[in-house]
Every structure is written in C-alpha cells, then in structure tokens.
C-alpha cells in the first residue's frame, strides 16, 4: 500500500495459506475494510499506522467432503489514527472476517471490529 498507514507484525501472506478466501493479499484487504469502517464514523480520520500484535485466530469449519465451507480469522490490532480534530489515538481491539458458504455461488464475507481500547497518545 503505497502512500498508507504504516503496517506492523502481520504474517506473510504465504504462511497463512487458510486466508486465500480473502485474495492473495489479506493485509491489503484488512487495512482497506478497516479504514472505510472508520472513515464512516469520521469522514476527517486519517489511519496512520496499524499493528497486528499477534497471529490471528482461525477457526475453520470442514463440511463433510472435507472443503472448509465457513472461516473465521481474527486479527488482534492495534490501530493509530488522528481523528477529525487532529487528534491522535491508538485503538486496541480485534478485527474479526467471517466468510460463509465459501467455495459456493453463494459465498459470503463479512468482519466486524470490536474495540477494547481507545487512548488518546
């Protein structure tokens, strides 16, 4: 991501094989899903940088043909943003993608966000 947020302590996407439902780049795709959730909230935030501070957690679901058909991966972060104001914060919490129905025409995607902490830095 050329010109984005600075990133930190994510796995290559290469040792995360599980993670090809999300494309071949799932930081890419966390930190675009990531910074429009919060751009909705705040039109004037700006993400400066964002740390995943451990491995996150998968937990796939085989149906039984053995084909993973639902995933959940969950991302622990810590994201740094000035808001608005021109402030700036650093958020604690977890992004969580849970796909549905994978590898089928009815295949879906969603994440969600669960903040733990806000503290202003």
């Known amino acids: 991501m050329t010109g984005g947020p600075e ?3 994510f796995p290559p996407p290469e040792t ?3 993670l090809r439902w999300l ?4 930081v890419s795709v966390l930190v675009y899903d990531l910074t429009q959730g919060l751009l909705r909230q ?3 935030t700006s993400v400066m940088g964002v740390r995943c501070e451990g491995r996150p957690d998968l937990r796939p679901s085989v149906d039984p043909s053995g084909f993973i058909r639902s995933h959940d991966a969950c991302f622990p972060l810590q994201v740094f943003v000035q808001d608005g104001s021109g402030r700036p ?3 604690r919490g977890r992004w969580t993608y849970s796909g549905r129905e994978l590898g089928t025409t009815a295949a879906s995607i ?8 806000a503290e202003g830095v």
């Not at 494309?23 to 799932?26: E, V």
């Open 23 to 26: 494309g071949p780049d799932y």
């Open 16 to 18: 995360l094989p599980d």
């Open 42 to 44: 705040d039109p004037r």
């Open 89 to 91: 914060w650093r958020l």
């Open 7 to 9: 990133l930190y302590g």
């Open 110 to 117: 969603t994440h969600f966000w669960h903040l733990e902490s």
